[in-house]
Every structure is written in structure tokens, then in C-alpha cells.
């Protein structure tokens, strides 16, 4: 598996959640549940739907997509550091879900046959090296109809670019976040509808991505 450096690191963060969640805190202004459950609002889940999430980090998602596809439902969940796949495979155990599964797996070479109804990825894809693959393969295995909805962050716009000569490195380094990433761009190129949100001064934004009925 590539991106051994940002494995490293979310081996390391793995055991760091409460530093991850301050960082997360300052991301988002203290409105972190709120922009996450919004994230999440996009998927448009039912009870009974499958979900992929990329990226699931130690797994902090996985109690808001379970509740929303409910106990027919499934989450299959996917992260490349094992410190990550580790922690949130102790929270499916510690909460005795049996139609939660986590994987390790790279997002832009899914090991997995669709169909999934809704792919979900939070605070991941501006960290993943190729995001149009990561859309690529989410379209592959989306059915027709099916959607994928990303909560992410980006560099301050005007007139506050001065603040990233400080935030881009340090966050560069401590995430291994690509500021250049152009994540919207690559659910353009692979969905046929993309809808956007932003909060935070432009900083955080919900994707919203569909695939054509047939
Ligand atoms: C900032 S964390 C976000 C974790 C979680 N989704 C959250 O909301 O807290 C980014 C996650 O993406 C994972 N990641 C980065 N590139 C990846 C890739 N190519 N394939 C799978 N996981 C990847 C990292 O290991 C890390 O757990």
C-alpha cells in the first residue's frame, strides 16, 4: 500500500484521539457535530441502505451512518493506517454492531464489489494522494442513483489568505493534508450532480456528489 509517511501518522494520531478531536475543534469553530451530522444529512441514507465510508479514522463516524441505515442496513468502513483500522474495529466491538465492518484497504484501489447506495468520506479526501481515483472507484461502485457526500476542509479564500502561509504547512505536516488537492473538482469529473456547501469563512464545506438514475 502507498503513503506510508501519512500511515505513520495516523498510526500515530490513532492514539491520540482527544489531540485530533482539539484540532477538529478549531477546523470547524466548535460546530463539529453540527457540519458532521450535515455531512452525513447529504448521504440522504434509508434504513436498510449500504454505506462505504473512506477514511473512517478510528471510526467516529460509524454510530451516525449506522443509525441512519439502521440494523438491516450495513456500513463498511475503510481506512489504510492499521492504528486507525485498529481503534475503530474496537468501537464496532465495544458497541456490538454486526452489520458494521472495517476494513484496511488504499480508497483509491477498492478491494470491494458494489452495489453501495451512498460513499462517505470525512476530513479524508484532501489527505488522500489521487482523489479522482478515490472518485473513480466510488463511482464504480455506486449503483445508479447512488450518491457520495464528503465533509472536508480547504485554504482560506479572500481576505484572509495571509492566515495560510501559517495553516497550510502546519497542517501539511500534522495531517498530511494536500491544500491542493482538488476534491470538488474530481467528484465533477466522475458524478453528474455536485452540490456545495461551505461554512467556516469558506474553510469547511460539505460535497455533495449523485450519479444519474440510470
Ligand atoms: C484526518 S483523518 C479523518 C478520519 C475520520 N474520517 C474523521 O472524520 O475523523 C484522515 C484519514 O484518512 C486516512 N487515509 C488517508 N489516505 C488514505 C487512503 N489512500 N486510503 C485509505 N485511508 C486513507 C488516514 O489514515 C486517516 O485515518
Same mark, same amino acid.
Given at each position: 500500500?502507498?503513503?506510508?509517511?501519512?500511515?505513520?501518522?495516523?498510526?500515530?494520531?490513532?492514539?491520540?484521539?482527544?489531540?485530533?478531536?482539539?484540532?477538529?475543534?478549531?477546523?470547524?469553530?466548535?460546530?463539529?457535530?453540527?457540519?458532521?451530522?450535515?455531512?452525513?444529512?447529504?448521504?440522504?441514507?434509508?434504513?436498510?441502505?449500504?454505506?462505504?465510508?473512506?477514511?473512517?479514522?478510528?471510526?467516529?463516524?460509524?454510530?451516525?451512518?449506522?443509525?441512519?441505515?439502521?440494523?438491516?442496513?450495513?456500513?463498511?468502513?475503510?481506512?489504510?493506517?492499521?492504528?486507525?483500522?485498529?481503534?475503530?474495529?474496537?468501537?464496532?466491538?465495544?458497541?456490538? =454492531? @454486526?452489520?458494521?465492518?472495517? $476494513?484496511?484497504?488504499?480508497? #483509491? *484501489?477498492?478491494?470491494?464489489?458494489?452495489?453501495? &447506495? !451512498?460513499?462517505?468520506?470525512?476530513?479524508?479526501?484532501?489527505?488522500?494522494?489521487?482523489?479522482?481515483?478515490?472518485?473513480?472507484?466510488?463511482?464504480?461502485?455506486?449503483?445508479?442513483?447512488?450518491?457520495?457526500?464528503?465533509?472536508?476542509?480547504?485554504?482560506?479564500?479572500?481576505? =484572509? @489568505?495571509?492566515?495560510?502561509? $501559517?495553516?497550510?504547512?502546519? #497542517? *501539511?505536516?500534522?495531517?498530511?493534508?494536500?491544500? &491542493? !488537492?482538488?476534491?470538488?473538482?474530481?467528484?465533477?469529473?466522475?458524478?453528474?450532480?455536485?452540490?456545495?456547501?461551505?461554512?467556516?469563512?469558506?474553510?469547511?464545506?460539505?460535497?455533495?456528489?449523485?450519479?444519474?438514475?440510470?
Amino acid at each position: 500500500m502507498s503513503g506510508r509517511r501519512g500511515q505513520r501518522l495516523y498510526d500515530w494520531w490513532s492514539r491520540h484521539g482527544e489531540l485530533l478531536d482539539g484540532l477538529y475543534d478549531a477546523a470547524f469553530l466548535c460546530r463539529q457535530a453540527q457540519l458532521r451530522a450535515k455531512s452525513v444529512d447529504a448521504l440522504a441514507l434509508s434504513p436498510g441502505d449500504t454505506v462505504l465510508e473512506l477514511g473512517c479514522g478510528d471510526g467516529r463516524s460509524l454510530h451516525r451512518l449506522r443509525t441512519r441505515v439502521g440494523p438491516r442496513g450495513r456500513v463498511v468502513a475503510l481506512d489504510y493506517s492499521e492504528g486507525m483500522v485498529r481503534r475503530a474495529r474496537e468501537r464496532v466491538r465495544e458497541a456490538g =454492531w @454486526t452489520n458494521v465492518h472495517v $476494513l484496511r484497504a488504499d480508497a #483509491s *484501489r477498492l478491494p470491494l464489489v458494489g452495489p453501495v &447506495d !451512498a460513499v462517505y468520506a470525512s476530513m479524508a479526501a484532501s489527505a488522500m494522494a489521487d482523489p479522482d481515483a478515490v472518485a473513480r472507484e466510488s463511482r464504480r461502485l455506486l449503483r445508479p442513483g447512488g450518491r457520495m457526500a464528503l465533509l472536508d476542509a480547504r485554504p482560506f479564500g479572500e481576505p =484572509w @489568505t495571509a492566515l495560510n502561509r $501559517l495553516v497550510v504547512p502546519v #497542517s *501539511r505536516w500534522a495531517t498530511d493534508w494536500n491544500p &491542493d !488537492a482538488d476534491v470538488t473538482g474530481a467528484l465533477a469529473t466522475a458524478f453528474d450532480e455536485v452540490d456545495l456547501d461551505t461554512y467556516v469563512w469558506g474553510t469547511v464545506f460539505v460535497a455533495s456528489a449523485r450519479l444519474a438514475d440510470s
